[in-house]
């Protein structure tokens, strides 16, 4: 059954393998998930079920939002997101359900979403990696600019202004970032940590959602089969 959870960024540690091998991890606290609405295909055109993450006061959430959540048995919660499900899974779910991480048992790739750190106004060679301007023959003062952007200033006809997605300087980071297929490495149900391989955007205690991976790459499908096989 395909579920998505939410957390926080703890930060990062190391855990050794078997073989003595040293893995860099990321230490996600994962859940208790509340089931805040069920979406079905009746009512609202599809199936789907939204959970709830983080406490808070009521006096700092909104009526519309603390009878929201009300109706699932629960106190006003920060952050609310959505997942579909299948027809035939919607039935797994129940209003008030808690999730906790043991609900990624068996995972092995996990997909993690969070809001990456912002950075503030850069220039083209941080933000898109440009080159910049030779420092020889003369050039003064103008090394990191992006250079002529006269030459998409067309657009085919339509207007004198520049063509949409033109890489210029401008606000870096603060944006949603999905890092893929990250190793499960380790599933603490007990103190509702996920460890996983690699890193994960934002900063520590950001908020972070979980769900198993959507498109493995060829090498980590190839584990899923042979562990599906055995």
Do not use: W
């Amino acid at each position: 059954m395909a579920v998505m959870l939410m957390g926080k960024k703890l930060g990062m540690t190391r855990v050794y393998t078997d073989a003595g091998v040293n893995v860099p991890v990321t230490v996600l606290s994962v859940g208790p998930c509340i089931v805040t609405q069920l979406r079905t295909t009746e009512k609202d055109g599809y199936d789907a079920v939204q959970i709830g993450y983080g406490d808070m006061k009521p006096r700092n959430s909104t009526m519309p939002m603390i009878g929201h959540d009300a109706k699932a048995g629960s106190d006003p919660k920060r952050h609310h997101r959505e997942f579909r499900v299948k027809t035939d899974e919607a039935s797994g779910f129940t209003l008030g359900q808690e999730l906790k991480v043991d609900a990624l048992n068996g995972t092995m790739f996990v997909d993690v979403i969070a809001q990456s750190k912002g950075k503030g106004f850069a220039g083209v060679m941080k933000r898109h990696h440009f080159k910049g301007i030779g420092a020889s023959h003369g050039t003064e003062r103008k090394h990191r600019s992006p250079g002529s952007i006269g030459g998409l200033c067309s657009n085919r006809g339509f207007g004198g202004g520049l063509k949409k997605g033109k890489k210029m300087a401008g606000h870096m980071g603060a944006e949603r970032v999905t890092n893929r297929c990250l190793d499960v490495v380790k599933i603490d149900a007990e103190k509702g940590l996920l460890l996983v391989k690699g890193t994960v955007p934002g900063a520590n205690n950001g908020m972070v959602v979980i769900r198993p991976a959507v498109r493995l790459y060829k090498s980590k499908a190839r584990k899923v089969a042979e562990a599906s096989s055995k």
